[in-house]
């Protein structure tokens, strides 16, 4: 049970670590790329992950210090199991030779011979992954578990800057989908696992050209808007294998047979697939919804700022038919970020008549600010902005379609032609090169960062003013 040399290799393909299953559920195409060693683990994170993870193992490090040390002598494992209730942290590696699984959690309560998995994690919340690695480990050690008790595991969280212990109960449909995707993950390994559009680090990375030459080789499904990798498998389970097949097919009758498979979408859903897939057959957009009218006049607003931090660049461009102005509004402070937003209510009402457009501001933008008003306290002074707020991405969603996969704005200022500037790819990056900017005390490095930083946002400004204009005139 415990894994020596000899049994680490004697392990065959079968065998599957935790490690194996978060990566399979993050994306399975990138989990088969690292598993036959055709990416580097570096491939596979970001600049922001990989600053998470050493935070996460900063984390796990503190609560292991102030745990009662103790050392393991593997030849007495099953003693050790077997008392009376005590956390061990750095457990060794086990398996469990039934299920051809092994690995290590975080720690383990003994209680009495139950053994209760313990994972340590740097977020508040439970989430349905921490709930699977605790499926998991419960099922690694059951051939030393001599007490019968309810599955259960701790999570070690950290809530308000304090680690706090949470009991999880791990109910039966999550061991069930720990076994699926055993299953699954060895069939992946025995016959490959095809390439799909997927937004994970390698994919939408050092993948991403090979993956959108092979997904439009073979007409893949999830090059659909709204098509993932789960509802590309039922369209596939009925029948429809490209999107081509999706032109001649009765949205009402694909809409039923999918939801004999318990999988529920509307036809109007799948209207929508249709549309994108006429667009790919005559690689041009295709309008289906209300046509855009900002008649070539409103405000383009990019917010950029820490989650449950400060808004610390606003950047505004005023569009009118005669020409653009610009405002790029940076703070590092509450009381700078008040001042900005006061800037920002004067801009809005200097131009009455002007819709606030973002992309996705609905989700991402628009409730930042509420939160920064009701922080600033704020009152009233921003409700104009939000009240003449238009998000071009759920027009977008809503009304358009483009022979590319995803609607990111990158992706479709790309397809527009629109050029950008800045070296930095996204806005984890952004978010990441601003914390580099905070820690810095070398004032060069810091203009440096500033400035691409601010670089950055003008070229998110220029892609939304280019994307809305090229709309308008389709």
Known sequence: MMMTKTAMAMRTQNWVSKTDLTRYL?????????????????????????????????????????AVPRTIDLAKLSQVFAEESIQLFRVPVVENPTLEIYGKPDAIDTAQGALVPVEVKSHKDVQPFDELELAFYWMLLEPYRT??????????????????????????????????????IRDARA??????????????????NEIDRATLAKKDLTRIWGIGRVCARRLEEIGIISYDELLGVDSASVAEKLGEQRYFVSPAQVDSWKHHAASYSTSSPVLFGDPLTLDGEFLALD????????????????????????FALWAETPAQEMSNLKRLAEIAAANPLLSVVTWNGDSADMPQLRKAVQRLMLGQELDMVESRHFDLFQHAQKAVRLPIPQLALSQVASYFAISKVSRIPDGRAALYQYQEYRKSRDESRRNAIKNDLLEYNRDDL????GIAERISAL
Not at 148 to 177: C, M, Q, T, W
Not at 192 to 207: H, K, L, Q
Not at 311 to 319: A, Q
Request: charged share 20%; net charge neutral.
């Open 303 to 326: 917010l950029e700022y820490e989650p449950g931090g400060i808004i610390w660049l606003v950047g505004v461009c005023i569009v009118r038919p005669n020409g653009r102005e610009y």
């Open 147 to 184: 007490k019968a008790v309810s599955p259960r595991g701790y999570l070690v969280v950290r809530r308000n800057g304090v680690d706090a212990g949470v009991e999880v109960e791990i109910r039966p449909h999550r061991f069930a989908k720990v076994h699926a995707l055993l299953q699954t």
């Open 191 to 208: 016959h490959g696992v095809t390439p799909r559009i997927c937004a994970c680090t390698v994919c939408s990375g050092v993948m991403r």
């Open 462 to 465: 220029e892609a939304l003013v």
């Open 26 to 66: 993050r994306c399975p195409y990138a989990f088969y790329l690292l598993d036959r060693g055709l990416v580097v683990f570096e491939d596979a994170v970001d600049q922001q992950q990989a600053r998470l993870i050493a935070e996460g193992v900063n984390f796990q490090t503190g609560v292991e210090a102030a």
